[in-house]
Structures are given as C-alpha cells and as structure tokens.
Nanobody
Framework: QAQLIESGGGLVQAGGSLRLSCTPS????????MAWFRRIPGKEREFVAG????????DYGDSVQGRFTISRDNAVNTVHLQMNSLKSEDTAVYYC???????????????WGQGTQVTVSS
C-alpha cells in the first residue's frame, strides 16, 4: 500500500485549472516537508513544488513558477497543489512525496504516493 494517496487528477482543457490533494495512509506527515513531483512521458521525474512543515518555506520548479501553488492544511494532514493556466506540456503523472528537508531531488524524499494522472488537452 502507498504511504501517501493522491487525488484530483483528470482531464482538463488547456488554460484551465485543477487541484490535487495528498493525504497519508499510515503516518502523521505534519512534521515533514511535503512535495510534488511529476513524470512527463519520455522524461525523468522532476520536482514541481515543495513546502515546509510550517508552510513558511516554499519552492517551485521553473516550469510551473507563477502558475502552481502548493499549500498544506496540517489540521487535516493534507497538502494541495493548485494548478492554474495549465498547458499541454503539464500532462504527466503527479506524485506526492514527504521528506525531512526542502530539496528538489527525488532521492531526498523517503515517502511516496502512487501518482495521479493529469492530462491537459488542446
């Protein structure tokens, strides 16, 4: 079973919006840095966004800067990714991850979800 569960993926028109959510299956992740990665078809998995446990530190990949917003609600142990102005090149499987510090390398994150498909049509 996955350590984190993603939801909210689906099909959306270019220029539209989508909101992904991530919840833990077995652990309290409020003390952890939470992040989103994605795997675009034919490419390596890449960092999308990350947020510290208190929410004061955030980081975004260059390709999504200004369009995506990461947030967390520690009261319900959930992290969100608001995706606006979606482009066809955003089509990917999106993964939720948890780690001990805010970094951009996938090896820095210990816990992962199974991924959710986001497809952006033209």
């Amino acid at each position: 079973q996955a350590q984190l569960i993603e939801s909210g993926g689906g099909l959306v028109q270019a220029g539209g919006s989508l909101r992904l959510s991530c919840t833990p299956s077995e652990r309290d992740f409020r003390p952890y840095v939470m992040a989103w990665f994605r795997r675009i078809p034919g490419k390596e998995r890449e960092f999308v966004a990350g947020i510290t446990w208190g929410g004061s530190g955030v980081d975004y990949g260059d390709s999504v800067q200004g369009r995506f917003t990461i947030s967390r609600d520690n009261a319900v142990n959930t992290v969100h990714l608001q995706m606006n102005s979606l482009k066809s090149e955003d089509t990917a499987v999106y993964y939720c991850a948890a780690g001990l510090s805010l970094r951009t390398a996938e090896g820095d994150y210990k816990y992962w979800g199974q991924g959710t498909q986001v497809t952006v049509s033209s």
